[in-house]
């Protein structure tokens, strides 16, 4: 089984421009944390975008969308921004039937010690893995049915609605 | 739903003597490495030892099994060395019926920046939520039934059988 | 022989805020950094302001200023904003006489796992310890006078003028 | 000017070795450490052992010493293990004259996110540019002479005698 990964940017990937001195976005650090995670799934990464996902589109969401369509496995991490997050999972469910489609991110960039980014990595792989069909979003250890979690940007975390 | 987590030392907790020069056990990482990963599923954690598993005795393993049986929870997950993951695996499937229990470590100690284990913390906490009842060894992003898994000492890895 | 530190902020001391998904000022980590470079120095740590550089006024200036004049300590470490390091190692050397000061900072916060921080204060601290009286800027391994350094704000280094 | 640095081994560059589950030497760690520094100084770095200073012989002496004598640089630094750290800066006095010579190791190896080795980098190389000829060690913040210092092996800190 290969589990394939699309990566759209958001906190996770986000770096530091020692220049400007301003986050930013440069390469994706997934195939580094896989690498970290000594991970032995079957895994296969492609980047669609890096951006923030405040700053995501409609078409976006499509570009996103028509991959986890026509990409031949059945079994998918999307890593994305927190704040569109369960946007982009609606997306999904309305328009990729039948697969296991897990979103993922975290609260603070993998480039900083102190990220989950790791730990929601590794959580959404598992997931991925023996979740049925369906469309969730998996953060810090748990994992919600797209339908029923919103994002409480007070406290910065995903809960059940 | 409340998650166990039983530790049992291993690589994962392995620390560094700066007096001695040696790697040694302390206290375990398990709840600063709940933190880092910003954890939300109900845990609670018990440690049970603190040891190499290639000292773990029989007793040791009756230990581990009978709080395994006897804890309220129906999910655990097991934090243990790798060498002998696998026979402490086996007496976990014959003493206890009934219940989700995975086993998990790291091929690095966590106080190395090089850890696996936040990635395989990650993962052994979602199988334990959606595998069905059974022993099972998470690392490193797969999942292996208690009788179809060995490590293979030279390769550093586990595998099927 | 105690050293006096001035914290001041800059990106040495930026830290992620999660919830809002942008770089801000907490506390400052001097004391976690010299406590991992187990810091057996005597030193003196006071932050006086926590801010960007080039967010500094001159009355902010003329803070550092009258504190660096007043401390008993004939020895200084002021941590600092890059951007603007020059401007205040001027208003030092126009009001400090006969003391040891020296600037440093990081291009990297010192959050990130990343950055130059570590390394820049165990350099500046025994700059502060040798140098004879005067005013410099200490960076990544050099040190410059007050008066013949400029930040190259394109390489993102300090050079010689 | 250019900064000689001498690469010896010691906790500085121990390292884990996952398949043996153990503390081992591999390539040196110094350059990957002055890149995080962003070392602008100008540095030529050389192994020339990589061992365990309990380990280090009258001949491993014999090379560290003839290396700093006969190299063109005045400057320089030795990375070594701490447990005889004191006994090399003994022979390095009796055999190499007129140059500024700065041992300086780890008391937790920089593979380690908790190592000193970063902070005691940044200071050798400060004190190596700033001090007049002769042996030095530097650890965590401080410069000793050679010959007024000895490791208090309880306490895990060099201390003046």
Known sequence: MTIRIFVTGGTFDKTYDEIEGALTFGDT??????????CHVDVSVRTLMMIDSLAMTADDRAVIVRNCLT??????????????????????????????????????P???GSSDGLFNLGSALSFAQTLPPGVYIAMNGRHFSWDRVRKNKEAGIFEET
Chains 1, 2, 3, 4 share one sequence.
């Not at 650090?29 to 000594?38: Q, S, T, Y």
């Not at 927190?82 to 309305?94: G, I, K, P, R």
Request: with cysteine.
């Open 29 to 38: 650090h997934l195939n580094e944390m896989l690498h970290l995670g000594r």
């Open 110 to 112: 993998y480039a900083f």
């Open 71 to 108: 990409c031949e496995e059945s079994r998918i991490v999307v890593t994305h921004g927190t704040d569109t997050m369960v946007d982009t999972a609606a997306a999904l469910a309305a328009g990729v039937p039948g697969k296991t489609i897990v979103l993922t991110g975290a609260m603070v």
